[in-house]
């Protein structure tokens, strides 16, 4: 049976940089080491800058859970609703700010 995981890029804060959810066997390697590597290119090439963008932490780990869902299209509607809450969150932090 598959189940949908959740790799989080995470500062020692534990905000969130990047997060990436895909569906895999119980037993398959958990892809932490491919996400890394796609934070590294982003950074590289200025897509994303190099540091949290709400505590400025440049230190940052990648965790992998698995979720309670077992297709990416069941996860589908949770996880948009988590990532606009998220995207809320970061403009009112931006706003803030300015």
């Not at 959740?6 to 534990?14: E, H, T, V, W």
């Not at 934070?39 to 963008?53: N, Q, R, T």
């Not at 509607?77 to 300015?98: K, V």
Request: aromatic share 8%; glycine share 4%; net charge positive.
């Amino acid at each position: 049976m598959t189940t949908v995981y959740l790799i989080q890029c995470l500062c020692p804060q534990r905000h969130c940089i990047m997060g990436v959810a895909y569906e895999a066997e119980a037993e398959e390697a958990p892809r932490a080491a491919e996400l890394k590597r796609k934070v590294e290119e982003l950074v590289a090439s200025g897509v994303i800058d190099p540091w949290c963008g709400i505590c400025k932490s440049r230190a940052w780990h990648y965790e992998t859970r698995a979720t309670i869902y077992h297709t990416l299209a069941e996860a589908k509607g949770p996880l948009l609703e988590s990532q606009l809450q998220q995207r809320r969150t970061a403009e009112f932090i931006h706003r803030s700010r300015n």
